[in-house]
């Protein structure tokens, strides 16, 4: 999932995953392939699409 929000800030990588939806979900299905239960599935699923946007966005300040 962590990746697959990188791509999305890359720019030249768009053509495969270009929406954060895109991402959740193929974490989404990811976690349904493994048989994560279906709650603590969901929870995470929800979870990731509500705060998402922080991880994407978020920039480190660099240190000097």
Do not use: C, N, P
Request: glycine share 4%; proline share 0%; aromatic share 18%.
């Amino acid at each position: 999932h962590d990746y697959l929000y990188s791509i999305l800030r890359e720019t030249d990588l768009h053509k495969y995953i270009q929406t954060r939806k895109q991402a959740d979900d193929a974490f989404f299905d990811g976690m349904t392939a493994l048989g994560t239960q279906k709650t603590l599935k969901y929870l995470i699923y929800y979870a990731v699409r509500m705060f998402g946007w922080y991880a994407l966005h978020y920039k480190e300040s660099k240190h000097e």
